[in-house]
């Protein structure tokens, strides 16, 4: 099961925090991804973290701006979202597997498990 949370409106520049609660899954093997959906748009990646490591990968456009990260004593996964822009605006959605590997990480296909997504909206 996944919870994400954080969402809100921002004005650009600003920043933001997403969480996504994970639970049910064997975290030895989980990956954890972060993808986002605006208006009119298809669905894209983010960003995603190996739970056990840390490895990540990001898409260009949020590198060096978004930070995903990973407390395993809270199960808990994070977005860090900084020098937001206009066009981050969308809803945000956390997504895991377990049957994952790197390559794969950005392929939102590949993920069986998504959580209800939290919208993110930078203003002017």
């Known amino acids: 099961q996944l919870q994400a949370s954080g969402g809100g409106v921002v004005q650009a520049g600003g920043s933001l925090r997403l969480s996504c609660a994970v639970s049910?899954?064997?975290?030895?093997?989980?990956?954890m991804g972060w993808f986002r959906q605006a208006p009119g748009k298809e669905r894209e990646f983010v960003s995603a973290?190996?739970?056990?490591?840390?490895?990540?990968r990001y898409r260009d456009s949020v590198k060096g701006r978004f930070t995903i990260s990973r407390d395993k004593a809270k199960n808990t996964g994070y977005l860090e979202m900084k020098n937001l822009k206009l066009e981050d605006t969308a809803v945000y959605y956390c997504?895991?597997?377990?049957?994952?590997?790197?390559?794969?990480?950005?392929?939102?296909?590949?993920?069986?498990?998504w959580g209800q997504g939290t919208l993110v909206t930078v203003s002017s």
């Open positions: 997504a895991a597997d377990t049957r994952l590997i790197y390559s794969s990480m950005a392929n939102g296909n590949e993920y069986d498990y």
């Open positions: 049910g899954f064997t975290f030895g093997r989980l990956i």
């Open positions: 973290i190996m739970w056990n490591g840390g490895s990540a």
